[in-house]
């Protein structure tokens, strides 16, 4: 389906400026670097998404490949002169490749299967960036020494915090944009046909092999872009924000958020970033978050498959609907 | 699961014993203008931030602060006004911990931040105080960060200089040739710290080994098990008190107290641990540590206690870091106190905090001060303790430790006129 100027991609367009504009005017400096987070943590979970709405695969390494990715981008931001912003493709390009390979498992595994073989590599990865730490400006190919952490280049327009939040907002917008053409495109058709049965989306000549492998590329690469400016956030990565752990509780949020509609990957990280910070400002455990978590997940498996994102837009149509009746 | 066993119960002991430990000293406190009329004025905003959480209890430091800050008020405040101290906790996230920073110093707009204590916090904001123009005065740090950058300024040793003062006293009094240096694989911590051991170990002549485990899987047996297969002749208890102690309950267990020398920096010197130890380990365990003896009879020790007692809250930790929080803060207290209350905003008290050269403290062995560097580190000599009794007495009194990480230290207080 080509992308159209129609008055609804005009609005969303307009929307998308409005927020990226004004929003972060509204925040104080503590909620600007929360909703930088947690849009960065959206992307991630946009990446989940990809793999469980199209193919119906269930991919628990998404947290390691913003590891990966942010490792790249710290890697290259010592080691070259070059802008954030390639930088940033190139680490969610090293990324994506890193998916695909995660995904040569898939190949032959469902289910709880290659949940637990991804939930394993991602703590393989947990290993290696415990053991060899990310790059913070030393010599040699893992770039660590015992140092203060260097500085991280931002792009030019994007030195402070909010023209910084301004940054992410727009590469979540671009990245949502292609994974939403993805689904009408010839990979989302053949991603449609396999989950209803791969034997017949190869009889019907689909190549079944390199379009799970496209998946998870494209899942690995919005992952890698999220930990590019997850780095860029921070000035610096830590081992302890990759924990294998993570990525599972990423993927519970993904389904409370809705897997199936690009504001669901918005919602799975608010909820991941957003209520601890907001429980920590409240004096609050952030660890209450976990209960919370657990029972919104209960309801979005009992009476919510399309998670809040669904019911959101289900709410929102079905005013439309009433709206539309009343003209009448 | 046997180590975390281990470490939950050792841990639920050392809370326990901090709640029914005993006042060493019943003297009223002493605080700022010591005037017997609270503060009533406009507040003056200061920060903490402390580390909180798995695997270990940075706390101590901003307890302190706050108990003497709460005294402060109470008598006068700074020339009548109070200082309202917000403290919040990183719980050891380094997201978390830019968001704190970020909320204290820009959003709250703190004059300084006073009692800090964290891993990770010093690592992710040492730019934004730098930026911000604002001071951080620590007390419970434990990586390079906090000791290498020019807008913090710790009172406590961290792994450094007090892992070195306790491998010294074991090279010359133990006759350590070999020491391995146990430690968690933390940026800037265990790494720095045991890679700044073997260098001291190398210049006398000796071996050091470097043996880093993961903070996020503890595993006290293969550790165990490493420190004897690399033939060390020494261990060096580079961790937190918790997974410390495991150590030594694994190495009790199997028998191990006799294959080593064992000595320790500072964490392990808490209130309580005497108790936890054991009978085991009398007269085998050496700690270095940073401050004065807890039982200390010198004026700022007892009135650390008297402050405690009576403005610090219950469960308040009352370690080494915990006076290292009460001494900073008085310090910090005594830099403001000579300021015109009324313009007191940032960078008056940035530059009344960098003014400090040569405040003295019974709870130090040397003088501190900040002054215009690029790197702060003002406490660096420490006395030996060795565990025995029940409890512990000191083998060595106030010594210095030798080692090239201090050399742009030492022209510094050559500048300053500290030393000669």
Wanted: glycine share 10%.
């Amino acid at each position: 389906m080509p992308l159209r100027f129609d008055i609804k991609n005009t609005f969303t367009l307009v929307l998308v400026l409005a927020v990226i504009v004004l929003f972060p005017l509204l925040l104080s400096s503590l909620w600007v670097k929360v909703v930088t987070s947690a849009l960065i943590f959206s992307l991630a979970a946009l990446g989940v998404s990809v793999v469980f709405a199209q193919l119906g695969l269930i991919n628990l390494s998404q947290i390691a490949l913003v590891g990966v990715g942010g490792w790249v981008l710290l890697r290259l931001n010592y080691a070259t002169e070059l802008p954030f912003t390639v930088m940033l493709v190139l680490g969610g390009i090293v990324t994506a490749s890193i998916g695909a390979l995660l995904a040569l498992p898939a190949l032959r595994m469902r289910g709880l299967y290659l949940a637990l073989v991804t939930l394993m590599a991602a703590g393989a990865f947990q290993i290696l960036f415990n053991a060899f730490q990310f790059p913070n400006g030393g010599e040699g190919f893992w770039g660590v020494a015992q140092q203060s952490a260097g500085v991280v280049r931002r792009p030019a327009f994007a030195q402070s915090d909010a023209n910084y939040l301004r940054y992410v907002i727009s590469a979540v917008a671009i990245c949502i944009t292609v994974v939403g053409l993805h689904r009408y495109a010839a990979p989302g058709r053949a991603w449609a046909m396999t989950r209803q049965s791969e034997a017949n989306a190869m009889a019907a000549g689909v190549n079944v092999t390199f379009y799970k492998l496209w998946a998870f590329a494209l899942s690995g690469c919005v992952a890698g872009i999220a930990g590019g400016l997850l780095a860029g956030a921070l000035q610096q990565l830590d081992a302890r924000s990759f924990l294998a752990g993570d990525s599972i509780l990423l993927f519970a949020l993904a389904i409370v958020g809705g897997v199936y509609h690009w504001l669901g990957a918005i919602i799975a990280g608010l909820l991941f970033k957003l209520l601890p910070a907001l429980l920590n400002d409240f004096g609050l455990s952030a660890d209450i978050a976990m209960v919370i978590f657990g029972a919104a997940l209960l309801h979005a498996i009992m009476t919510a498959p399309q998670g809040i994102a669904g019911q959101l837009i289900g709410a929102i149509s079905s005013i439309g609907k009433k709206g539309s009746a009343t003209d009448d | 699961m046997k180590n975390l066993t281990k470490l939950l119960s050792v841990s639920a002991l050392l809370a326990a014993t901090y709640i029914t430990t005993p006042a060493y000293a019943e003297d009223a406190p002493v605080c700022g203008m010591n005037s017997g009329q609270a503060a009533t004025g406009d507040p003056i905003k200061v920060g903490g931030i402390n580390g909180n959480a798995p695997p270990g209890d940075f706390s101590g430091g901003t307890d302190a602060a706050a108990a003497y800050f709460a005294c402060v008020n109470a008598n006068g405040g700074i020339n009548g006004r109070p200082i309202e101290y917000i403290v919040e906790n990183d719980q050891w996230n380094p997201e978390l911990a830019g968001q704190v920073g970020t909320k204290l110093v820009k959003d709250e707009g703190v004059v300084a931040l006073v009692g800090n204590g964290s891993v990770v916090s010093m690592a992710v904001n040492a730019k934004l105080y730098k930026d911000e123009g604002v001071m951080a005065m620590a007390s419970a740090c434990a990586i390079s960060d906090c000791y290498e950058n020019s807008n913090i300024v710790s009172t406590n040793q961290g792994p450094l200089p007090s892992g070195i003062g306790a491998l010294k006293y074991a090279v010359e009094e133990l006759g350590t040739e070999h020491a391995a240096c146990i430690g968690f694989n933390i940026p800037n911590n265990g790494g720095w710290a045991c890679d700044w051991m073997n260098k001291y170990m190398e210049s006398k002549g000796k071996k050091g080994t470097s043996i880093l485990m993961d903070p996020t899987a503890v595993d006290l047996n293969s550790v165990y098990l490493q420190a004897l297969a690399e033939g060390v002749d020494t261990i060096l208890l580079m961790l937190p008190s918790g997974p410390a102690i495991g150590l030594l309950k694994v190495a009790e267990e199997q028998g191990g107290r006799d294959q080593f020398k064992w000595v320790s920096p500072t964490p392990i010197y808490e209130p309580g641990v005497e108790k936890v130890i054991g009978d085991y380990w009398d007269g085998h365990l050496y700690v270095n540590i940073e401050l004065a003896q807890f039982d200390s009879k010198g004026a700022d020790n007892k009135n650390w206690v008297a402050v405690m007692n009576k403005y610090g809250k219950e469960g308040d930790r009352r370690d080494t870091f915990s006076q290292s929080g009460f001494i900073s803060a008085k310090f910090f207290t005594d830099a403001l106190l000579k300021l015109d209350a009324a313009s007191i905003d940032r960078a008056s008290v940035t530059k009344a905090i960098k003014g400090i050269v040569g405040a003295k403290s019974d709870l130090l062995c040397g003088a501190y001060y900040v002054g215009e560097a690029d790197r702060h580190m003002p406490n660096h000599a420490g006395r030996m303790m060795v565990y025995k009794n029940g409890g512990f007495e000191t083998v060595r009194d106030c010594y210095d430790i030798d080692t090239a990480y201090l050399d742009p230290i030492r022209a510094q207080e050559k500048a300053l006129g500290i030393t000669k």
